[in-house]
């Protein structure tokens, strides 16, 4: 147990730097919201009052990646890993500040403060931000059946502009982190 413990703990904190360095690169509402052929699934817009009471619906836009994409952590398993159940699984939402252009200060701070408030803070499991997330987790899970989302992290997305940057809250699915998990504990 205390092998699966570490395994997990070093997986997290490899994905959570993967989706950093990788929505650092690429603005995520213009990469993945196209249908031109060959494209990933359109974003899905949400209307955050159906999501309940504690969301900012009136000054951001959440936009849902409603398929997953795969990444495998190829530093921490063995050469000879299965491909296949090495392969973590995830998925995205993103907020966006309706009018950019109107805030005093950079957009993505901004968010910070108003859209995850207590994100990174010591105290109740029922804090603002927590209740938010899990609301997206399961709205993502809704619409991609047959998996579970825990969230894992919020970065920015790239963009050419300073003040229209994205903040990304990024989901993993918790079986396949399970999974590869278990497979990086087996390495000796």
């Given at each position: 147990m205390?092998g699966?413990?570490?395994?997990?703990?070093?997986?997290?904190?490899?994905?959570?730097?993967?989706v950093?360095?990788?929505f650092?690169?690429?603005p995520?509402?213009?990469?993945?919201?196209?249908?031109?052929?060959?494209?990933?699934?359109?974003?899905?817009?949400?209307?955050?009052?159906k999501?309940?009471?504690?969301?900012?619906?009136d000054?951001?836009?959440?936009?849902?990646?409603?398929?997953?994409?795969t990444?495998?952590?190829?530093?921490?398993?063995?050469?000879?890993?299965?491909?296949?159940?090495?392969?973590?699984?995830?998925t995205?939402?993103?907020w966006?500040?309706?009018?950019?252009?109107?805030a005093?200060?950079?957009?993505?701070?901004?968010?910070?403060?108003?859209?995850l408030p207590?994100?990174?803070?010591?105290?109740?499991?029922?804090?603002?931000?927590r209740?938010?997330?899990?609301?997206?987790?399961?709205?993502?899970?809704?619409?991609i059946p047959?998996?579970s989302?825990?969230?894992?992290?919020?970065?920015?997305s790239?963009?050419?502009?300073?003040?229209?940057?994205?903040?990304?809250?990024?989901?993993?699915?918790?079986?396949?982190l399970?999974?590869?998990a278990g497979?990086?504990?087996?390495?000796?």
């Amino acid at each position: 147990m205390r092998g699966q413990k570490r395994a997990l703990v070093e997986l997290t904190g490899w994905f959570a730097q993967h989706v950093e360095k990788f929505f650092a690169l690429c603005p995520a509402a213009h990469e993945f919201g196209g249908d031109q052929k060959g494209m990933r699934k359109p974003l899905e817009t949400v209307d955050g009052r159906k999501l309940g009471p504690t969301f900012v619906a009136d000054d951001y836009d959440l936009r849902l990646f409603p398929d997953v994409i795969t990444t495998r952590p190829r530093a921490l398993l063995a050469s000879d890993a299965d491909i296949e159940a090495s392969e973590l699984y995830f998925t995205f939402a993103i907020w966006t500040l309706r009018s950019p252009s109107e805030a005093l200060e950079s957009n993505v701070r901004r968010m910070w403060k108003e859209v995850l408030p207590d994100l990174h803070s010591l105290g109740s499991s029922q804090g603002v931000a927590r209740k938010r997330l899990a609301l997206v987790a399961g709205e993502l899970e809704q619409r991609i059946p047959g998996r579970s989302f825990l969230h894992v992290a919020t970065v920015e997305s790239a963009t050419e502009l300073d003040h229209v940057h994205d903040l990304v809250s990024v989901f993993v699915d918790l079986d396949s982190l399970e999974r590869v998990a278990g497979l990086i504990e087996n390495v000796p």
